[in-house]
C-alpha cells in the first residue's frame, strides 16, 4: 500500500513538472531540467529562503485556483 502511495505521490509531482511547461522549455532534457531544480533547491536553503518558498507557494496557490476557475 505504502509503495502504491509513493508512486502515485511520483506521478502526481510529475504532472506539476509538464503543467509548468518545464518539459517542453527544456525540450525534454532531464539533465536541463535536474540542474534547474537544484538552482531552485539552492535559492530556498539561501538566507531569504523563506520569502522565496512564500512567494512560490502563493503563485501556486494562485495558479491552481485559476485552472479551477477555468475549468468550472
Do not use: N, S
Request: proline letters at 0%; zero cysteines; aromatic letters at 4%.
Amino acid at each position: 500500500m505504502a509503495r502504491r502511495e509513493r508512486t502515485r505521490h511520483l506521478i502526481e509531482l510529475g504532472g506539476l513538472v509538464q503543467k509548468a511547461g518545464l518539459i517542453e522549455l527544456v525540450e525534454d532534457d532531464r539533465a536541463t531540467l535536474y540542474g534547474a531544480l537544484l538552482e531552485l533547491a539552492g535559492k530556498a536553503r539561501g538566507d531569504d529562503g523563506g520569502d522565496v518558498l512564500t512567494l512560490w507557494k502563493r503563485r501556486g496557490r494562485r495558479a491552481f485556483e485559476a485552472e479551477a476557475e477555468t475549468d468550472e
